[in-house]
């Protein structure tokens, strides 16, 4: 029995829409969980009711509402509230395709660094072009903080305008790796079980309650990591923005 | 991902490299260029499409419920505390009414109570008067009758006197020095 835990991450094309260049345009499994994420979403944003006493389904779409929004005004304030759904779309794509990617069999959309690094030069493009049309020249005092002495202001702003243009690589790859690594371990652990009960029979089937255990464990975690992630992309998106809206702060 | 790499999907791993065209045989499969162009390409196709769909439609929907709530939470409330106000106000004019009206009351009592009182002062005064009236005109009753008695007595006595004397002596007494006489007894 031979683990394979990389084999959940293979993009499968599922038939091919088109050529551009040399490319070939597939519509994939990534593809399919993409448009499995934007029709949950509408349904639950879409198919819950107006009622003035909300039932379950509108009460998930209400709090998912005044979670993001809550979010962007803490973070950077009710200005920030004109990025609500730029924020709200992202939050809730990473969010219910990582939580459907936990499901087994599923294929998770995050997995893929071109699909995070994607997302997180739209959220930085996002910030350079909406900070610099609202503030102009304004928009780089971002780089130089507040109360620096002079003489280590040159070595200060090198660090900031290096960690700005960093920014999307942490953005992307946090998100990436946790999704990867998760997944992984979780392949790793699981495949244990099999391979102790079909290498060494009764025993290890009993051993294998340990191996099981951990995978029991490890698959809550990534439930919660599910969540978190998509959170965390969301909320160092609306610090980002936070630049945009307010520089120098 | 927890899932099984058993069954018909293991020998698909091995034949993908062939099959899919470009996928590299045992290469990791985020970083396979190959399929990058696919999923940029879907990732915006979905991606806009959910940004649409959430800033024209879901957002507007869940935010006008939520505003709806937040305006039938507030009119509510607005509406209560008028009806509040409307039946404090209420009451203070019922408290205001019925002091008014117990302090009527009390004056059409006092004022009953005084007419009452000052009939009956004038009743007994008039009785009182009436009653002094007649026991003046008693007393002088009285007083005439007993003057009239008394003269009557004068004769009575002068008479009798004229009678005695005339038994006495047989002389028929001169009657203007008999009635001298029974005036000067009745003074003694």
């Not at chain 1, 699909?115 to 928009?139: D, H």
């Given at each position: 029995?031979?683990?394979?835990?990389?084999?959940?991450?293979?993009?499968?094309?599922?038939?091919?829409?088109?050529?551009?260049?040399n490319h070939t345009i597939a519509f994939t499994n990534s593809s399919l969980y993409m448009l499995v994420a934007v029709a949950i979403i509408s349904i639950l944003m879409l198919a819950s009711g107006t009622q003035l006493v909300p039932g379950r389904l509108q009460s998930v779409a209400e709090i998912s509402y005044e979670f993001v929004a809550s979010t962007i005004r803490s973070t950077a304030g009710s200005e920030g509230m004109k990025f609500f759904p730029l924020v709200f779309s992202i939050f809730m794509f990473l969010c219910v395709s990582n939580l459907v990617g936990v499901i087994p069999y599923t294929f998770t959309i995050a997995s893929h660094?071109?699909?995070?690094?994607?997302?997180?030069?739209?959220?930085?493009?996002?910030?350079?072009?909406?900070?610099?049309?609202?503030?102009?020249?304004?928009?780089?005092k971002i780089f130089i903080p507040h109360g620096v002495p002079g003489y280590i202001l040159p070595?200060?702003?090198?660090?900031?305008?290096?960690?700005?243009?960093?920014?999307?690589?942490?953005?992307?790859?946090?998100l990436f790796a946790n999704m990867l690594a998760g997944h992984i371990a979780l392949k790793v652990f699981a495949g244990f079980v099999a391979m102790l009960g079909f290498s060494l029979g009764a025993i290890g089937w009993v051993g294998g309650v340990l191996p099981?255990?951990?995978?029991?464990?490890?698959?809550?975690?990534?439930?919660l990591v599910a969540f978190l992630q998509a959170y965390v992309f969301a909320i160092l998106t609306c610090i980002y923005l936070n630049d945009a809206i307010h520089p120098g702060h | 991902m927890a899932e099984s790499h058993g069954g018909?999907?293991?020998?698909?791993?091995?034949?993908h490299s062939e099959a899919d065209g470009g996928h590299h045989a045992g290469a990791f499969p985020p970083f396979e260029s190959s399929t990058?162009?696919?999923?940029l390409v879907s990732l915006a196709i979905f991606f806009v499409l959910l940004y649409v769909i959430v800033s024209k439609l879901a957002l507007p929907k869940v935010g006008g419920a939520i505003e709806a709530r937040q305006n039938k939470i507030e009119g509510d409330l607005a509406e209560a505390q008028k009806l509040k106000d409307q039946s404090e106000a209420a009451l203070k004019a019922y408290e205001g009414e019925l002091a008014s009206a117990r302090s009527r009351a009390q004056a059409i009592g006092n004022e009953s109570r005084d007419k009452a009182n000052a009939q009956?002062?004038?009743?007994?005064?008039?009785?009182?008067?009436?009653?002094?009236?007649?026991?003046?005109?008693?007393?002088?009753?009285?007083?005439s009758t007993?003057?009239?008695?008394?003269?009557?007595?004068?004769?009575?006595?002068?008479?009798?006197?004229?009678?005695?004397?005339?038994?006495?002596?047989?002389?028929?007494?001169?009657?203007?020095?008999?009635?001298a006489a029974v005036d000067a007894s009745l003074k003694g």
């Open positions: 029995m031979k683990i394979d835990p990389i084999h959940q991450f293979n993009i499968e094309p599922l038939f091919t829409l088109g050529h551009i260049g660094l071109i699909v995070t690094v994607a997302l997180a030069l739209l959220v930085f493009f996002t910030v350079l072009i909406y900070g610099v049309a609202k503030n102009g020249l304004k928009f780089f070595l200060v702003m090198f660090i900031e305008i290096l960690s700005f243009f960093l920014r999307p690589v942490s953005h992307s790859v946090r099981l255990a951990l995978t029991i464990s490890l698959y809550a975690l990534e439930i | 018909a999907k293991a020998p698909a791993t091995d034949a990058f162009a696919s999923q009956a002062e004038a009743e007994r005064k008039s009785l009182e008067e009436q009653l002094a009236a007649k026991l003046a005109e008693a007393e002088k009753t009285i007083a007993r003057a009239t008695a008394m003269s009557n007595v004068r004769g009575i006595a002068a008479d009798a006197a004229g009678t005695i004397v005339q038994q006495l002596t047989g002389v028929v007494p001169d009657t203007a020095s008999v009635n």
